[in-house]
């Protein structure tokens, strides 16, 4: 890859795996990773664990030095106070936690999340040190109506309303279609690049060539270790938001290991 974002291969757990499965997962993980063949040092690879795991998923990667990053599914816009349920970018960034995705398309669906919400967490994560991965992409029916670029770009402008260039410098935009989540049908590498350059060019009207250049867009939905190679060879695809393949920990390290099979 011609540029000098770091790729990122981000794990989403989801709601699976209660911290004593999380140890054991971490656990493989940092085997299967370090199988002492590949080389990893230039990919960046991250799991976002449920938030009862995080402490346990630090106390691993601490005491084992391991090269693996973590972070969370969702964080609160407030700091602390009267927010019954609520995590505060605080506590996660207390825990080490390194990044928080922010808007995913089922918290939006589930939870009634919307671009003024997302926009508020990330500023949030940010205030406090931690990358927010927002999460943006299309229903099936935005796609059929061929709207997916102006859909995903007005996400995009939420999410980043009122952010200064060195913030929006930071950030992680993950581009997950909804259609493509979880039912196996992956985007085409060239779906995935259509709306990947489109929010690298917003980015660039936003803000300017530097900040468009530094933040690192990922794919997200159904990616396996088949598919990744093809979708890291389009210019703006810098990584991948991977769901229920990262539970397998095999099968996540392969795709941390995508220019392995791209044969690069
Ligand atoms: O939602 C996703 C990652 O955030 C994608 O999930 P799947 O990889 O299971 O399709």
Redesign the pocket.
Known sequence: MANARTPLI?G?W?MNQDHQEAIHLVQKLAWALKDGKHDYSAVEVTV?APFTDLRSVQTLVDADKLELSYGAQDVSQHVSGAYTGEISPVFLAKLGAKYV?VG???RRQYHGEDDALVNAKSKAALAHGLVPII?VGEALEVRKAGDQVAHTLAQVDGALDGLSAEDASKVVI?Y?PVW?????E?ATPQDAQEVAGAIRARLAELYSSEVADAVRVLY?????SGTIAELMKETDVDGA??????LDAEEFAKIARYQAHAGA
């Open positions: 981000a989403n989801k976002l995705a995913h398309s089922e999460c993950a997950e493509a989540i979880g039912t196996g992956v997200g939905g159904s990616v396996k938001l991977v769901g229920g393949a990262s």
